[in-house]
């Protein structure tokens, strides 16, 4: 397993062995596959941070994420909600910018 990104307190990792991905928040471990991860990641995507920040509604308080095997659900605060983003972001960029780091090394070696 290898660590992809990590929060304060969350960590992605990505498991080759079993082609998929490990997400724990706050102590809570989320296994998702790579279409799983980038549906979460569209779900995440989805929800307006901001709108919620300048919303004097109490409702906005709590966002209910189910996860793609619907058997899971994340229930997070705003402060929350900021930080799984950023976690999720964060690792899709590490993964791009590990594949661009292969492709280049690749490319080296053929010339």
């Known amino acids: 397993m290898h660590l992809i990104h990590q929060t304060e307190n969350g960590q992605i990792v990505q498991a080759d062995k079993e082609n998929c991905f490990y997400m724990t928040y706050k102590g809570m ?3 998702m596959n ?3 991860f980038i549906a979460f990641k569209s779900k995440i995507d989805t929800y307006n941070l901001e709108l919620m920040l300048m919303s004097d509604v109490t409702k906005n308080d709590l966002e209910i994420i189910p996860l793609c095997n619907k058997d899971r659900f994340l229930v997070l605060t705003l402060e929350e909600m900021i930080e799984v983003k950023h976690l999720v972001q964060g690792a899709l960029v590490m993964l791009e910018l590990n594949s661009i780091v292969h492709q280049r090394i690749n ?3 053929l010339v």
Request: glycine share 0%; hydrophobic share 20%.
């Open 34 to 36: 790579v279409c799983s």
């Open 107 to 109: 490319r080296a070696n």
């Open 29 to 31: 471990e989320y296994k």
